[in-house]
């Protein structure tokens, strides 16, 4: 396919490992105070603001809402109303904040590092988590604490609800948040998702979710925002995939985000390989960690997608196909670098077509479940150093050097 999907995974670091998401469960709104370096204010304090303001959300109340917004930030007040509508039909179970750290900023003022935890009704089984700074001021003969700023921390992304009012579309396996798209376009988006989940529990038997949330945001712009990255990167790209890796058992809360113009350029097909291969690293998301390699994850991925499709090697692998006719055949499996978007398309195809490749040899010499065995035994170490080694030995009874070379000869037979 010339337009290609993406697995934006995030690893361990610090707050952002799978253990500590899926150890979230806020069932309604709270907020915890871990620690307090603040002059002359309690982490308490400004917990129990974030506190007010969470219920409100939960109650879509706008008058308790804006009452804990400083009554002097006219602007502000104006766009978090507007922010508070442009959630209204997103079906909320939870919303909370976690103070991370509050710092004195003089004159009555402080900021706050929190965590947005919040999951959606019916699809989350953890809670998504976004970064906040929060500027907070002490008003009043009450010496009331008010929120002043709320803004998206350094490198953490915006929110979909911040880019404008999110239109909700239900399928029966899907859940489908758009802004600035049409009804229709996404109900077409959820019918595609609803195919992909059935298909992808066939590819992958072990117990996941079954259902899928997507986000369209109005262009590839808004798509960058989404995931704080070059609008460049993300161009010719028609869906990304983002999610905690770490082997946790059950599965983080994940989204498909949707690039509205790469996607709408594909048929049918198309958008059913791409809507596939993205609810797939939903699926294994929980037996995903940073010591699978991409080839695994996406060739995975691709395998499920074009599993029930009629299309041959050739028409699946056309860019692997033309270099091994040249005598170009590769020497080892695809690296990770290989992967990089936006330097050459034709290497990040032979990439994908190459691991595409790797998990179907897998599937025809050893077997449909000795490739999920194979999955699940590298997604199961923590860390890269051999780990793929090891499951090639425990589960597959083979060597890199051996299972190299019969992947090229495989690609001699398929593509030659």
Same mark, same amino acid.
């Given at each position: 396919m010339a337009v290609r999907t993406r697995d934006a995974r995030r690893g361990h670091r610090g707050r952002s490992t799978a253990g500590a998401v899926l150890g979230v469960l806020l069932l309604a709104s709270a907020c915890s105070a871990p620690r307090d370096t603040a002059t002359g204010v309690t982490v308490q304090e400004v917990g129990a603001t974030l506190d007010r303001r969470a219920a409100a959300v939960m109650g879509h109340d706008t008058d308790a809402y804006l009452a804990a917004i400083d009554p002097r930030a006219a602007s502000f007040r104006a766009a978090q109303r507007t922010e508070l509508h442009n959630l209204?039909?997103?079906?909320?179970?939870s919303w909370a904040y976690e103070v991370r750290d509050v710092t004195d900023a003089g004159a009555d003022r402080v900021i706050a590092e929190v965590e947005l935890r919040y999951r959606i009704k019916g699809y989350d089984m953890a809670s998504m988590s976004s970064s906040r700074t929060v500027e907070l001021v002490r008003r009043g003969e009450g010496r009331t604490w008010y929120v002043a700023a709320d803004r998206a921390a350094d490198?953490?992304?915006?929110?979909? &609800?911040?880019?404008? /009012?999110? !239109?909700?579309?239900?399928?029966?396996?899907?859940?489908?948040?758009?802004?600035?798209?049409?009804?229709?376009? =996404? @109900?077409?988006?959820?019918?595609?998702?609803?195919?992909?989940?059935?298909?992808?529990?066939?590819?992958?038997?072990e117990p996941w979710a079954e259902r899928v949330v997507v986000?369209?945001?109005? +262009?590839?712009?808004?798509? $960058?925002? =989404?995931l704080d990255a070059p609008?460049? +990167?993300? @161009?010719?790209?028609? $869906?990304?995939?983002?999610?905690?890796?770490?082997?946790?058992?059950?599965?983080p809360a994940d989204r498909v985000i949707v690039n509205p113009q790469a996607y709408g350029m594909l048929g049918d097909f198309g958008q059913r390989v791409v809507l596939t291969h993205e609810t797939t690293h939903v699926a294994t998301r929980a037996h995903t960690s940073a010591a699978t390699p991409?080839?695994? +994850?996406?060739?995975?991925?691709?395998?499920?997608?074009? %599993?029930? *499709? +009629?299309?041959?090697?050739?028409e699946v $692998?056309?860019?692997?196909?033309?270099?091994?006719? #040249?005598? /170009?055949?590769?020497?080892?499996?695809?690296?990770? *670098?290989?992967?990089?978007?936006?330097?050459?398309?034709?290497?990040?195809?032979?990439?994908?077509?190459?691991? &595409?490749?790797?998990?179907?040899?897998? !599937?025809?010499?050893?077997?449909? *479940?000795?490739?999920?065995?194979?999955?699940? #035994?590298?997604?199961?170490?923590?860390?890269?150093?051999?780990?793929?080694?090891? !499951?090639?030995?425990?589960?597959?009874?083979?060597?890199?050097?051996?299972?190299?070379? @019969?992947? %090229?000869?495989?690609?001699?037979?398929?593509?030659?």
């Open positions: 209204a039909d997103v079906p909320l179970e490198g953490a992304p915006e929110q979909l &609800w911040q880019q404008g /009012d999110v !239109a909700v579309v239900r399928g029966t396996h899907s859940l489908v948040l758009g802004v600035g798209r049409r009804t229709a376009e =996404l @109900r077409g988006i959820a019918a595609t998702a609803d195919r992909a989940v059935p298909a992808v529990t066939g590819s992958w038997p986000l369209v945001p109005g +262009s590839v712009e808004d798509m $960058a925002g =989404l609008v460049s +990167s993300y @161009r010719g790209i028609a $869906a990304v995939t983002t999610g905690e890796v770490g082997g946790g058992g059950r599965a991409v080839w695994l +994850s996406e060739g995975f991925a691709d395998r499920a997608a074009y %599993r029930r *499709e +009629s299309r041959t090697a050739l $692998a056309p860019e692997l196909a033309e270099a091994v006719r #040249a005598g /170009d055949l590769p020497a080892h499996l695809p690296t990770d *670098e290989d992967f990089g978007f936006g330097e050459d398309p034709a290497r990040l195809s032979r990439a994908y077509e190459g691991g &595409w490749m790797a998990c179907e040899l897998i !599937a025809r010499d050893w077997g449909e *479940e000795e490739l999920i065995a194979f999955y699940k #035994a590298v997604g199961s170490r923590s860390e890269r150093d051999g780990a793929v080694e090891q !499951a090639l030995h425990t589960v597959l009874g083979t060597t890199p050097q051996d299972f190299t070379a @019969r992947w %090229r000869a495989y690609l001699r037979d398929r593509l030659g």
